[in-house]
C-alpha cells in the first residue's frame, strides 16, 4: 500500500481557474466542495486530511469553499515526483508550462528506536517544530547532514560511538563527523529530508507520515529556510525535540563557516541558549538565608524554646536549655585542654545525646568537629587522625590512634566561652572515601549548614512539633542533616542506638514509641524497615539520601501511608556541597512510572552538566554534575591540588562549583535525572553497562524485594574476564527463575553470569550497600598469573602475596584490605626481593602500585 | 470526533443501516465511500437501493463534511467490488474501515426442503459470499497498512436460528464464522474483523428501511402484528433504531476498540440474553 513516509504534499491557495487538462492520464483532478468557509474549522480540517492522504503516484484535489475561495492540494511519492516536480505539477495546473517527470527511487530505512535524550516517560501525538532560518543559512544536503552528525554525536554524549546514523530518500548513512560517510543496513533514528526548493507563501509537508522518531526536513520559503523537526507519536519529549532543532541551526552556522570544524570544536549553545540552560539548573524558588554559625543559630532556638524537649536517648532526655549548658560546659572544658578557634577537634563517640553535646560544645568553642566512627578499623582512624592534624579527640575509647583520646568526662572547665568566629569558618571536617584514593577530608563551614537548613525550613514546615531521628554514624554527613536540621528548627531528636538501627522491629517500635515525623534514611536501610509491619508511625516526611532511590520499592510504604498523610522526598547530595543537593518529592504516579528524577536543586543550590570540556550541556544529555551555590564546601583539608581540581569558579555567576564526578543529565523542566558514578560506568565484553539498568529489571520481578548488581573480574586486569554478579533477597521463587526472567528483558552482554539469593543485602556503617561484604557468587577465586620481572610485576607479586588477592596496577592497597598490619609485611617482604625500601607513609600516599613505582623512581633520579 | 481523517467503506449504503451509518461516521470525521447495487436483483421480492437513495445518503454525509465517493457495486460480482476497492485506494490512498452491510432478507418464508436451488444461493452469495469478495479485496491493503477493522453487520439469525429463514438464518451464521476466522487471519496484520448482530431495526422514514416490513411479508404476517411480536420478544421492549446499529459500528471502526477483534457484538434489546 502507498507509505506517507514516502510522500510529500503541497498546497497551493489559487488565484484563478485551475486547467485540468495540464494534468497527463491517468492522472485525474478530484473536485471537492467543501460546505464551510475557507476560514472555518471544517475547511482547515479538510485541507489537512487531504495534505495527509499517501499516493502511489500523484493526487491532485481542489478544494472549493462556500466563500469563493480554493486550493489545490498535490500530494506524490518523492520517488515519483521530487519537490522540483511537485512545484512544475501546480505551476502547470495554474497555466503555466508543461509538467516535467523526474523519477527517482527512494530507498526504504528501517527506523531505531528513540534517541535517549529525546525520551520523555509520558507519550505524546505525532508533532512538529519549525524553525525559520535567513535565506543565507540554506547550505547544502551535505553541510546539513554534516551538521546533523555532529549534533547527535555531541548529544550522544558519554554514549557516543563517534559517529550517527542519518535516514535519507538513498538510503541509511553513517556519517563520522571529519570522517567518511557509508551507506549502511543500521536503523535509523534520525531522518533528514533536504529540498532546495522555494515554495513561497504555499503549505509544504515534506513527509505526510515520520518515517523517522525524529524526521529533519529543509526546503525555501521565500528569502527564508524552514528547518523542521516530524517527530512520531510515542514517548518523546516535543521540548526536546525543539531544543535539539535549534541547536542544529546553531552546528550547521558554524559547518558553512569552516566546513572542516571538528566535532568536538564545534560550539552546541550559543549564548542565549547557554544562559538559557544554566538557568534550568536553578531552581524557581530563591534561597533566604543570613549567614550565621550553627551555635549562633542554635542558642537563638533554645532562647525560644528553652523548656522544650532538644535530644531524646533512651531514658536520658535533654531540654534546649540543659542542652545549651551541657554543651557551653564542653565548650569551656575544650577551652582549658588547648582548644582555640580555628581547631580541628576529633570526636569519636557511639550516637548517644553525649554525641550531640560534645558536636554542639565544639562548634561553640570555635572549633570544627572531625567525625569518626568508634566501629571504624584501628588504621582508618589513625589515618584520620593524621590527616586532620588532630591533637584531641573526645572518645570513650581507651585510646585513639595518633591522637591524644579524651573522655567526655574528663572535659571539664569553668570559664564560659563564647566563639569570636565567623559564618564562613568550618563547622566540620567529614571524610569521604570516594571511589578511588584515600579518604578526604571536607571541610564545610558553618554559612553551608544554616543555608541547608533555611533551603528545606518553609518548603518541608520543620518545625517544634517535629521528631527526628538520629540514625546515622556523625561521620556519615547524613547525620548533620538529622541533627542540625532537627536542632536549628526547634525539634526534637531522637537518638537511634546502633544496634536498633539494624534490627527492624525494634528500630519500627522506636519510631512508633517516640512518634517521630521526620525519617531519614537511605533506601537499602529503609527497605529494611518496609520488610516488617509500619503501620502505626506518625512519620510525616521521609527524606531519601546517600544512595540512589529506586522509586518503585516505595509502593508498600504508599500503600500504607499515603501521600497526603506522608510526603516522601528523595534528595541527592554530596558531602562536598553540604548533604543535599536536590530535592523530589516522590508521588505514587513517580513510583509507578519508574522515574529517576532526582528533582531540581534546593534553593541557593544550583546545577549545570557539562562535557569533558567543562561546556555545559543542552538538557536531556548526560554529563558530569557540576553543583554551585549555597552549599559548595571550603574544599578538601591539606589537599590544595584536588581542590583546585574539583572546586573551580562557577562558569556563569559569581563562587565556586564542585565537579561531583557523577553522571546526570537535566531534564527539560529543570529537574535532574542522577545516572551514576561517571568513573563507576563499567564495560563488559565491549559493552557499556548500566548496572541500575539490570538493578531495575530485577526489582520489576515480582519474585524479588531488593536487589544489587555488581561487576567483577575473574582477572582483575584482563577486562575479558568481567562478569555481572547479581544479588537478590526473593519474596518467593527462586534464584535460577529470576535469571530468566530478567534473560527475556535485557540484552545479551546485561544479563547477569550469576544471581544470588541472600537473606538480606549487607549494609555498611552507613547504612548503606557493603559491596565489599556481598559474598562470592561461587566458591574459589581463580590465581594470579605469573607476573615479570620488573618492578610492577614484582610489587604485584609481593602484594598479592601478603594481601592473599591478585592486584591490579591501580588497585586501591586500603580497598583490598590493607592495613597497617599488611604495610608492615610488604616493606619486609620488599627488602627481602631486595627491592627500594618503602615507608608506611608513602604507602598511604601512595595507595596504588602504579604511583608507588612512579614514587619510587622519582626518589631514585633525586639521588 | 472519532474517526477523523479515516476511509470507511460501507455496502448497501443507500438505506437502512447503511445509512445511518455512514451519516455517523461522516459525523465522527471520516472520509467516506458508499456503495449500493442501485438495482433490483431477480429473485428478491422487493425493490433495493436506488441510485437516488446513495446520492441522498452521499448528501447526508457531505453536509457533515465529510468527502464522499459514491459507486455502484454489486458484492455478488468480483470485478464490480475490485473496482469500487481500487477507486477508493486512489482516491484517499488508505482504506480505515469496511462496513459489509449489504444483504437481503427474502426470499424467504420457507420451510427448509421447500427452498429452490436459486434462492439458497442467491441468498448465500449476497448476505455471506458478499462480505468474503470485499474482505478479500480489502485484506491485502489493510495487512500493508498493519492497521483496519472490517465490520459485519451479521443479524441475532447469526447466533439463533428463525423460522422459516433457513437461507438468512445460514447465511449469517456463516457470517459471524467468518468474522472469527478473519479475526484470527488478521490479527497479525493489525486488522481487526467483528461483527455486529441487530435485532428486529425499526423501518424508519429517514432511512427508509423496509427489512421489517419484508420479513413480515415473508411470514405473511400483517406489519402492524409483527412489529408488536418483535417489540415484545425484545426485553428492553422496542424496536432498535438504526443509529443504534451505527453507534456500534461507529466504536468497531474507531481506535476505541483498538483490542476488539473476532467480537460478536449484539444490538437487540437483549433479545439473545434469553
Known amino acids: 500500500m502507498f507509505s506517507g513516509a514516502r510522500c510529500h504534499a503541497l498546497r497551493v491557495r489559487l488565484a484563478g481557474p485551475v486547467r485540468p487538462e495540464a494534468l497527463t ?64 505539477v501546480a505551476l502547470a495546473l495554474m497555466g503555466g508550462s508543461a509538467v516535467p517527470s523526474t523519477p527517482r527511487s527512494v530507498v526504504s530505512v528501517a527506523a531505531g528506536g528513540v534517541p535517549d535524550w529525546a525520551a520523555a516517560l509520558e507519550p505524546v501525538e505525532a508533532g512538529s517544530f519549525e524553525l525559520c532560518l535567513l535565506g543565507s543559512e540554506g547550505g547544502t544536503a551535505e553541510s546539513w547532514r554534516t551538521a546533523l552528525a555532529i549534533t547527535l554525536v555531541r548529544y550522544a554524549s558519554v554514549d557516543s560511538p563517534g559517529w550517527a546514523v542519518i535516514g535519507t530518500d538513498a538510503g541509511a548513512v553513517r556519517v563520522t563527523p571529519g570522517g567518511p560517510a557509508e551507506p549502511t543496513d543500521e536503523p535509523a533514528s534520525v531522518g533528514l529530508l533536504v529540498s532546495d526548493v522555494d515554495f513561497g507563501v504555499n503549505e509544504y509537508r515534506p513527509c505526510l507520515a515520520v518515517p523517522f522518531p525524529l524526521t529533519f526536513s529543509l526546503w525555501r520559503k521565500g528569502d527564508t529556510v524552514r528547518l523542521r523537526c516530524d517527530h512520531q507519536a510515542g514517548r518523546i519529549s516535543p521540548a526536546q525535540v525543539e531544543q535539539f532543532t535549534r541547536h542544529l541551526a546553531h552546528v550547521h552556522r558554524q559547518v558553512v563557516a569552516n566546513p572542516e570544524v571538528a566535532a568536538d570544536d564545534v560550539e552546541l549553545l550559543d549564548a542565549a541558549e547557554r544562559a538559557r540552560v544554566a538557568e534550568l539548573g536553578r531552581p524557581a524558588e530563591e534561597l533566604r538565608t543570613t549567614p550565621t554559625r550553627i551555635d549562633a543559630a542554635f542558642r537563638a532556638v533554645a532562647a525560644r524554646t528553652p523548656d522544650q524537649v532538644a535530644v531524646t536517648d533512651g531514658q536520658v532526655s535533654l531540654t534546649y536549655h540543659e542542652l545549651d549548658e551541657r554543651s557551653d560546659a564542653v565548650a569551656s572544658g575544650l577551652r582549658a585542654l588547648g582548644v582555640v578557634e580555628g581547631d580541628r577537634v576529633g570526636v569519636c563517640l557511639e550516637r548517644t545525646a553525649e554525641l550531640v553535646v560534645t558536636l554542639l560544645g565544639v562548634v561553640k568553642v570555635g572549633a570544627a568537629y572531625v567525625p569518626t566512627d568508634p566501629a571504624y578499623p ?101 547525620s548533620v542533616w538529622e541533627i542540625w536540621g532537627c536542632l536549628l528548627t526547634g525539634g526534637r531528636l531522637v537518638v537511634v542506638p546502633y544496634f536498633v538501627s539494624r534490627e527492624p522491629e525494634r528500630f519500627r517500635d522506636l519510631l512508633a514509641a517516640e512518634r517521630v515525623t521526620v525519617l531519614s534514611q537511605t533506601p537499602s536501610a529503609f527497605s529494611q524497615l518496609l520488610d516488617v509491619r509500619h503501620d502505626d508511625l506518625a512519620v510525616r516526611l521521609v527524606v531519601f539520601g546517600g544512595e540512589p532511590l529506586d522509586q518503585r520499592a516505595l509502593l508498600p510504604w504508599f500503600d500504607v501511608h499515603p501521600e497526603s498523610v506522608c510526603r516522601v522526598v528523595n534528595m541527592f547530595g554530596i558531602t562536598e556541597t553540604t548533604v543535599h543537593v536536590t530535592h523530589q518529592t516522590v508521588s505514587r504516579a513517580d513510583a509507578l512510572a519508574g522515574s529517576r528524577s532526582v528533582g531540581p536543586a534546593l534553593p541557593g543550590w544550583h546545577l549545570y552538566v557539562v562535557d569533558p570540556r567543562g561546556r555545559l550541556l543542552p538538557s536531556g544529555v548526560p554529563g558530569e554534575i557540576w553543583v554551585g551555590g549555597a552549599g559548595v564546601a571550603a574544599g578538601y583539608l591539606e589537599r590544595d591540588d584536588l581542590t583546585a581540581q574539583r572546586f573551580t569558579d562557577d562558569p556563569v555567576l559569581p563562587g565556586r562549583v564542585y565537579h561531583s564526578g557523577d553522571l546526570g543529565r537535566l531534564r527539560p523542566d529543570g529537574a535532574l535525572e542522577h545516572l551514576g558514578r561517571i568513573d563507576s560506568q563499567v564495560k563488559v565484553r565491549g559493552f557499556r553497562i548500566e548496572l541500575d539498568e539490570i538493578r531495575a529489571v530485577l526489582l520489576e520481578d515480582p519474585d524479588v524485594r531488593t536487589a544489587a548488581v555488581v561487576v567483577r573480574r575473574d582477572d582483575p586486569y584482563d577486562a575479558a574476564t568481567a562478569r555481572i554478579d547479581a544479588y537478590v533477597v526473593l519474596a518467593s521463587g527462586d534464584a535460577v527463575g529470576v535469571r530468566k526472567r530478567a534473560a ?19 549494609l555498611t556503617t552507613n547504612g548503606k550497600l557493603d559491596v565489599a561484604k556481598l559474598p562470592a557468587p561461587s566458591a574459589g577465586r581463580p590465581v594470579e598469573a605469573p607476573v615479570g620481572d620488573d618492578l610492577a610485576s614484582r610489587l604485584r607479586e609481593v602484594w598479592g602475596s601478603v594481601l592473599g588477592v591478585p592486584v591490579g596496577l591501580d588497585d586501591d592497597f586500603f580497598e583490598l584490605g590493607g592495613n597497617s598490619l599488611f604495610a608492615v609485611r610488604i616493606g619486609a617482604r620488599m627488602r627481602e626481593g631486595g627491592l627500594p625500601a618503602l615507608q608506611l607513609r608513602e604507602l598511604y600516599r601512595h595507595p596504588t602500585i602504579r604511583s608507588v613505582v612512579s614514587a619510587l623512581a622519582v626518589k631514585g633520579n633525586g639521588g | 470526533m472519532r474517526l477523523t481523517g479515516k476511509v470507511v467503506v460501507i455496502t448497501g449504503a443507500a438505506r437502512g443501516i447503511g445509512r445511518a451509518s455512514a451519516v455517523a461516521c461522516a459525523a465522527e470525521g471520516a472520509d467516506l465511500v458508499l456503495l449500493d447495487v442501485c438495482a433490483d436483483l431477480p429473485g428478491v421480492p422487493y425493490p433495493l437501493g436506488s441510485a437516488g437513495q446513495l446520492e441522498h445518503t452521499a448528501q447526508l454525509c457531505r453536509d457533515r463534511g465529510a468527502s464522499v465517493l459514491t459507486a455502484k457495486a454489486d458484492v455478488r460480482d468480483t470485478t464490480s467490488v475490485r473496482d469500487a476497492v481500487a477507486l477508493a485506494a486512489e482516491r484517499y490512498g488508505r482504506i480505515d474501515a469496511v462496513v459489509n452491510n449489504a444483504g437481503i432478507a427474502a426470499p424467504s418464508g420457507k420451510r427448509v426442503h421447500e427452498i429452490t436451488e436459486d434462492e439458497w444461493s442467491l441468498m448465500l452469495d449476497v448476505d455471506l459470499t458478499g462480505a468474503w469478495r470485499l474482505i478479500r479485496e480489502v485484506g491485502r491493503m489493510m495487512s500493508d497498512q498493519r492497521s483496519g477493522s472490517i465490520v459485519n453487520i451479521a443479524s441475532t439469525a447469526g447466533l439463533v436460528g428463525y423460522r422459516h429463514f433457513a437461507g438468512y438464518v445460514a447465511a449469517k451464521h456463516g457470517l459471524v464464522g467468518l468474522t472469527k476466522a478473519a479475526a484470527l487471519d488478521y490479527a497479525p496484520m493489525k486488522v481487526r474483523v467483528n461483527a455486529v448482530c441487530p435485532g ?60 476488539v477483534t473476532g467480537s460478536v457484538l449484539t444490538v437487540d434489546g437483549g433479545f439473545t440474553a434469553h
Not at chain 1, 74 to 88: E, K, P
Not at chain 2, 216 to 243: C, G, K, W
Request: proline letters at 7%; glycine letters at 6%; one cysteine or more.
Open chain 1, 25 to 88: 492520464a491517468p492522472t485525474r483532478l478530484w473536485v471537492e466542495d467543501v460546505p464551510a468557509t475557507s476560514t472555518e474549522p471544517l475547511a482547515e480540517r479538510r485541507r489537512s486530511v487531504e495534505l495527509g492522504r499517501p499516493v502511489g503516484d500523484l493526487r491532485c484535489t481542489l478544494l472549493r469553499y462556500r466563500d469563493g475561495v480554493a486550493d489545490l492540494v498535490l500530494v506524490a511519492d518523492r520517488g515519483h515526483l521530487d519537490a522540483a516536480g511537485l512545484r512544475a
Open chain 2, 200 to 259: 428486529n431495526v425499526r423501518d424508519t422514514a429517514e432511512a427508509e428501511g423496509r427489512m421489517l416490513r419484508e420479513i413480515a411479508r415473508a411470514l405473511d404476517v400483517p406489519a402492524d402484528e409483527h412489529v408488536a411480536a418483535f417489540t415484545q420478544s425484545q426485553p428492553m421492549n422496542r424496536l432498535v433504531e438504526p443509529d443504534d446499529v451505527a453507534g456500534a459500528v461507529v466504536f468497531l471502526a474507531s481506535d476505541d476498540s483498538a483490542q
Open chain 1, 378 to 478: 584501628a588504621e582508618r582512624l589513625a589515618y584520620t587522625a593524621q590527616d586532620a592534624s588532630l591533637k584531641l579527640v573526645v572518645t570513650r575509647l581507651p585510646e585513639f590512634p595518633g591522637a591524644q583520646a579524651v573522655s567526655p568526662d574528663d572535659i571539664v572547665g569553668a570559664e564560659p566561652v563564647s566563639s569570636t568566629g565567623s559564618p564562613d569558618d568550618p563547622a566540620y571536617v567529614i571524610y569521604t572515601s570516594g571511589s578511588t584514593g584515600r579518604p578526604k577530608g571536607v571541610v564545610v563551614p558553618h554559612r553551608n549548614v544554616i543555608a541547608l537548613v533555611d533551603a528545606t525550613r518553609d518548603e518541608y514546615r520543620l518545625g517544634s512539633a517535629d521528631v527526628w531521628t538520629l540514625f546515622h554514624s556523625s561521620a556519615f554527613d547524613f
Open chain 1, 744 to 762: 527475556e528483558i535485557l540484552p545479551d552482554y546485561m544479563v547477569p553470569t550469576t544471581v544470588t539469593a541472600l537473606e538480606s543485602l549487607p
